[in-house]
């Protein structure tokens, strides 16, 4: 049997698995390798290392049968993950996410597997829209002035996790020693600045945290929180948490009394809330506003927080200027454009951040995930805001052109028909001839060049991928 198969039998019997059957099948060179192919040969990421996935790809069998060797045999070291600062808005201060070379992703994604098989019920899902629905729909019952809502965030969360403590809770049902040293490297890896000499990684290193954007922090976190979410749910009051944003409400005396508790509870966990009164934790009746994932609750109606909404809106106004600014400069560079091109490349590309896009079954982009709102009058409003936008814009008369696309027709749209042709599908996109005449559409392709099939998979997986992150940013959740 190889190693595939294996993975295959010992995941559909989880419930009686050997976990180091199953540690030694994922981290088989044949596994490595099979998740390489599949999710990462066509990556533009890249980590310390400066190479991409088709650059690793090169010589990705060797390298990975070598790292095979040292994972199953303990000695396996990750390489300094890449540091990326991710605003968060004005007056806070920026999220670390640790990028890791190729080879380390797809020892990460393995990781991941690993742990999902044997953690299934902390598996993080997508759940914010999920979350909100439902919230909207019990609230529908409750009476505003008895209903005690408290909402609450875990201060800095994933930098102040306790690693120790964290081995020692999944040691519990991990006992394959090279699984939880291979865990411990992770986490213990430092994230360093780009360029930065070798000799001074060991000053980027850290004693508590998780690194965050790795394909293992979300469920470490989750599996670490499990025993604190366990309990809270048994209080009396109805528990939410998704990463560090936490919602309970009901009566007024259980949901004090669940608050203290949560407190108390993270303690022990190095981790802590931010006080009553400092803005981040509300604790009051329902009739009051309240916020919630980037949402805001003003019962019954349900919005979007200012700062979320004003982020998207610059997102758009950026749009705006990289086309008034940069039109010369790409009409120089790329003779194969117009004015007139450039204009309709223009119009699809703002068109898809107003509409979002799915790709591989997930919706992305700002209406995709605030589709829960109620107050549609904060759509009308952005999209005047948008249609105003084309006042200052003398290549389009000073006036939105008739194919602008409209948030409040999206949001119905990506609701209730997201594969009705309002919003790009790219799942539709499954050959080279649709990738080509979709590139050719966007201007990303000299008609005059020549691209093998290969070549034009690339091109369109790396603008893919720059598209889906600009929507992802759109989203505006913004944890840790």
Request: charged share 25%.
């Amino acid at each position: 049997m190889g190693s595939m198969e294996l993975v295959s039998e010992v995941v559909s019997t989880a419930a009686t698995i050997d976990d180091e059957v199953l540690f030694n099948a994922l981290f088989a060179p044949e596994a490595l390798e099979v998740a390489f192919n599949e999710e990462f040969a066509s990556t533009t990421g890249k980590g310390v290392d400066r190479l991409n996935g088709f650059q690793f790809g090169l010589n990705a069998r060797l390298d990975l049968t070598v790292a095979s060797v040292k994972i199953l045999n303990g000695r396996f070291r990750f390489s300094p993950f890449l540091e990326v600062l991710r605003t968060k808005g004005r007056d806070k201060l920026p999220r670390l996410i640790g990028i890791p070379t190729v080879r380390d992703r797809v020892v990460l994604h393995q990781l991941n597997k690993y742990l999902a098989v044997l953690f299934p019920a902390r598996v993080p899902k997508n759940v914010a829209g999920t979350y909100v629905r439902a919230i909207a729909e019990d609230l529908k019952s409750r009476s505003p002035t008895d209903t005690w809502v408290c909402s609450t965030d875990i201060r800095t969360f994933y930098d102040s996790i306790k690693r120790d403590r964290l081995l020692k809770v999944l040691a519990k049902r991990v006992k394959c020693k090279s699984a939880i040293k291979l865990i411990g490297h992770a986490i213990s890896t430092p994230t360093v600045p780009k360029n930065i000499h070798r000799s001074r990684h060991k000053d980027f290193r850290s004693e508590v945290g998780v690194p965050q954007g790795l394909a293992i922090s979300n469920i470490l976190a989750s599996i670490y929180m499990q025993d604190v979410d366990e309990a809270m749910a048994k209080l009396g009051v109805t528990y939410y948490r998704y990463v560090d944003d936490v919602l309970m409400y009901g009566a007024e005396a259980p949901v004090q009394s669940a608050f203290r508790s949560l407190r108390s509870r993270l303690v022990p966990r190095g981790l802590s809330l931010h006080p009553v009164g400092s803005g981040k934790t509300l604790i009051q009746p329902l009739s009051k506003p309240f916020g919630y994932l980037g949402y805001t609750f003003h019962w019954p109606v349900i919005s979007v927080r200012d700062a979320t909404t004003e982020r998207f809106l610059q997102s758009i106004v950026a749009k705006f200027s990289d086309y008034t600014h940069n039109k010369t400069r790409r009409l120089a560079k790329f003779k194969y454009l117009d004015q007139d091109r450039l204009k309709e490349i223009f119009l699809l590309e703002l068109n898809e951040r107003i509409t979002g896009a799915i790709s591989q079954r997930k919706r992305y982009g700002w209406i995709a995930y605030f589709n829960q709102i109620s107050d549609l009058s904060l759509l009308h409003r952005l999209d005047a805001a948008i249609e105003g936008m084309f006042e200052r814009m003398p290549d389009f008369g000073r006036k939105a052109p008739s194919k602008l696309k409209k948030l409040r027709r999206a949001y119905f749209e990506m609701k209730f028909n997201p594969h009705g042709g309002y919003v790009r599908n790219y799942d539709n996109i499954s050959n080279s001839i649709e990738m080509l005449a979709f590139l050719t559409e966007r201007g990303r392709i000299d008609p005059a060049e020549t691209l093998t099939d290969l070549e034009i998979k690339n091109r369109y997986e790396k603008y893919l991928h720059h598209i889906l992150a600009a929507m992802h940013a759109d989203e505006g959740v913004v944890y840790g």
